[in-house]
């Protein structure tokens, strides 16, 4: 019973371009909703979040939006630069719940040069 | 600078043979979880100390269990590690149940 799926567990995309990653869920009550990045050997840091009551979050080259109908958020990367090239995690929370966060199982975004 | 610190980074122990695993923070952070990865999956989590209280996910086998000593330390302990307990351990630790945690470097685990 995986509450939040990330469906691809790869993406290649040329430098400059969008890379598109996506997360999908099925526990209404989250409200709270963050990605992560990995690289190998360390452990995930925070890269941007969204509350559901909003959206669309935009930081620098990282934009979240979510889609509540659709149980659906998605991050966008513009323009993609080799250095992005990590895990890429997606993760739920819903207040009150002592902030346990659900994780995707990552989706690899390698960004060539 | 504050940081979470997980010691060793690799563990190699036999097959049930008891291992610790241990974590530190110097963010004073309330809230430490500890996370079981394996490859290509999504980070589990096993259970979180809110200060003292300790909170065990309902699925987390007997096998783990967990010590928080003071505010800085956090130890998973392993009683009997079997080859399916190979994974990464994630320390995270949030202050007062905010939302979005910081991460440690993680354990890896290799049992023989």
């Known amino acids: 019973d995986q509450q939040v799926k990330q469906n691809s567990p790869s993406l290649s995309v040329q430098e400059g371009r969008i890379s598109i990653l996506n997360c999908d869920y099925t526990n209404s009550m989250f409200d709270y909703f963050l990605w992560y990045k990995k690289y190998p050997a360390e452990g995930p840091t925070f890269l941007i979040s969204i509350s559901s009551i909003k959206d669309k979050n935009e930081d620098g080259r990282f934009t979240v939006f979510l889609n509540k109908s659709a149980k659906h958020l998605s991050l966008h990367i513009v323009p993609s630069q080799p250095g992005d090239s990590a895990v890429y995690f997606c993760?739920?929370?819903?207040?009150?719940?002592?902030?346990?966060?659900?994780f995707g199982q990552g989706t690899t975004l390698q960004v060539k040069p | 600078d504050a940081m979470v610190i997980q010691n060793p980074r690799y563990q190699v122990t036999q097959f049930g043979k008891p291992v610790t695993l241990s974590c530190s923070q110097t963010?004073?952070?309330?809230?430490m979880y500890w996370y079981q990865q394996k490859s290509s999956q999504a980070p589990k989590l096993l259970f979180h100390y809110y200060d003292k209280d300790f909170n065990n996910e309902a699925d987390t086998p007997d096998n783990f269990q967990s010590r928080r000593p003071n505010t800085s330390f956090c130890f998973l302990d392993i009683r009997s590690p079997g080859l399916g307990d190979a994974a990464m351990y994630l320390c995270?630790?949030?202050?007062?149940?905010?939302?979005?945690?910081?991460f440690g470097s993680g354990t890896r685990l290799t049992v023989v």
């Open positions: 963010l004073n952070h309330n809230v």
């Open positions: 995270a630790t949030s202050s007062d149940r905010g939302l979005g945690y910081t």
């Open positions: 993760a739920a929370s819903r207040t009150g719940n002592t902030g346990k966060l659900i």
